[in-house]
């Protein structure tokens, strides 16, 4: 099965009711259910068809594998994303893989195994990674979102019916001398030329005022009031938002639908969390589930605690 992490969505109930026999450690638990965390972080061995090996860490030979690399990637925030794709970006990435490698191997070294927090921690790994892969298995299979069923939730959804759509151009001045300039310029040339000419927003001035597509629904109370009794194809007087002055011009108004091309993907990972939502009822019917619901009350999660001692009375789950 090609090793591949994706989003977790929800952790099926039922996976909190099997699973691995217990064995001596936790670890040893894991690994026949799925290769476990330190396979992940330290992991030994020889190329893999299509994953070539592109370093090695230490006398121990734990390698760095084209994969290790791009799940890295894929789990980083943003800034650190830009900062990869920047033309030394690759070796930027592998140097922080490397440096994660001697933390994990030095963790190893002080025997972190045993640490009951590190072993708590690998348990919930265990049950995330578990449900995250079934999940997948799901999706590929009997949960399967089909072209028709996307098709029909666009055609039928609210979010993605037609909304009306309005295509502005502005001129945006700094003071209202400048707007009463342009005003009398507009009756001599075209508003595409004054605002290339006088927009203090280079952007949308270069492009003669165009702003990009604007739907009614989203727009800010301040952009509403703006465009308030504007009508198609008429130039508004000076309005002033803000420390600006701006003269519009509404070039058209139509309803509009996003392109399903635009929003497959999403429609479709909404489908999918419903799927895995609707499935997991349906194992809940068939795998007893105990709360304790005096402990649940109890727990503080702002202070990450709980809020009176308690006692455990539930019954333990494996």
């Known amino acids: 099965m090609k090793k591949k992490f994706l989003p977790l969505v929800l952790i099926p109930a039922v996976l909190l009711c099997s699973g691995c026999v ?8 894991i690994r026949p259910c799925m290769q476990d965390l330190w396979e992940i972080l330290v992991s030994n061995g020889s190329t893999l068809p299509g994953d070539p090996v592109i370093a090695r860490v230490c006398t121990t030979g734990s390698v760095i594998r084209a994969s290790d ?34 933390f994990a191997l030095a963790g190893r070294q002080m025997g972190i195994e045993s640490d009951p927090q590190f072993r708590q921690d690998m348990q919930e790994y265990r049950y995330r990674l578990m449900a995250g892969h079934y999940q997948r298995l799901l999706l590929h299979s009997g949960l399967r979102v089909t072209d028709a069923e996307i098709q029909n939730y666009y055609a ?31 009756k001599k040339k075209s508003f595409e030329d004054v605002a290339r000419r006088m927009s203090t927003d280079k952007v949308s001035g270069a492009n003669g005022g165009l702003l990009p597509p604007m739907t009614e629904k989203w727009l800010a109370p301040a952009q509403k009031k703006i465009l308030q009794d504007l009508h198609k194809g008429k130039v508004s007087g000076i309005r002033k ?41 349906g194992a809940r019917q068939q795998c007893p589930i105990e709360i304790d619901k005096k402990i649940l009350g109890s727990i503080d999660f702002k202070t990450n605690g709980t809020k009176t001692p308690a006692t455990n009375s539930a019954k333990q789950i494996p």
């Open 22 to 29: 217990r064995t001596k450690t936790i670890l040893s638990e």
């Open 69 to 102: 690399l791009r799940k890295q990637f894929s789990v980083v925030s943003d800034s650190q994303r830009d900062r990869y794709l920047s033309p030394n970006g690759s070796d930027a990435l592998l140097q922080d893989v490397i440096d994660l490698r001697i």
């Open 156 to 186: 039928h959804d609210k979010a993605y019916q037609p909304e009306l759509t309005l295509w502005v151009r502005q001129i945006r001045l700094g003071s209202l001398s400048d707007a009463k300039i342009a005003l009398r310029l507009l």
């Open 241 to 281: 938002n803000g420390p600006n002055f701006f003269i519009l011009r509404i070039d058209d108004e139509r309803l509009v639908a996003p392109p399903l091309e635009t929003v497959r993907e999403d429609i479709r990972r909404l489908l999918e969390n419903q799927k895995l939502v609707d499935w997991a009822k």
